[in-house]
């Protein structure tokens, strides 16, 4: 009796431990989303301009925001666990900044250490089997990396380095490449997988880039 009251205590604080770190990362998160949007508003015909709240190029506003950002992210980025995702507000904000990070800023992932870049790649393959929406966002984010890769190893660069070209870990075992573990993902994704059509266009804008950096895979 002593121990189910006990196991049941032990239950009931961690729960609530769950929920105070949900609505604290989630409060991390809206707070990041919020400096993205800082200098950006919405024109009357729909497109984003730039509006300058200081003295300060708009250059160095933007640099500045996005190394805030990504100093955020690489800090809140190994408290959101897979088993966090799961909550569908907190599994949206998530990506949704990571999606917009990618896309606008990709080259800052580079800068982020080892520990921080994998555990991003593992979200992302997580939320390409969550809803459509959360998939599209990774779609997107995907994209942002693979054309970072390509553009930079077309100008000489090295891009996203060893994370893309794959590398031996620890124990000598050969680890495949993101770029090359997403194509395969992806592929499958959408031979095998049933999805929303809403999704092809998304998934069509990832899988070209997927497909210039992995050609030899791609062809094999």
Sequence with gaps: MCLQISLSISSSLRSEADTERYKDL????????????????????????????????IEAQGTNICQVVYMG???????????????????HDYFSLLSHMLEVYPEMITQLN?????????????????DAEVVDLCL?????LASFHY?????????????ASGYKDQTGNFQEGILSQFLRSLLQFLLFQDYST???????????PLILCEQTLYQA
């Design 198 to 208: 809403d999704l092809v266009g998304s998934a069509a804008d990832a899988l070209l």
């Design 151 to 163: 553009k930079q190893k077309s100008a000489g660069e090295v891009g996203l380095g060893l994370h």
């Design 73 to 91: 992210l690489h800090i809140v980025t190994p408290l959101i666990s897979l088993d966090l995702l799961k909550y569908p507000k907190l599994c």
């Design 26 to 57: 989630r409060a991390v998160l809206q707070l990041l989303a919020s400096l993205c949007s800082k200098d950006l508003v919405l024109s009357a015909n729909l497109d984003l301009i730039i509006v300058d709240f200081s003295s300060e190029p």
């Design 114 to 130: 080892g520990e921080a870049f994998v555990h991003i790649i593992k979200t992302l393959d997580f939320g390409l089997s969550q």
């Design 140 to 144: 997107r984010a995907i994209k942002g």
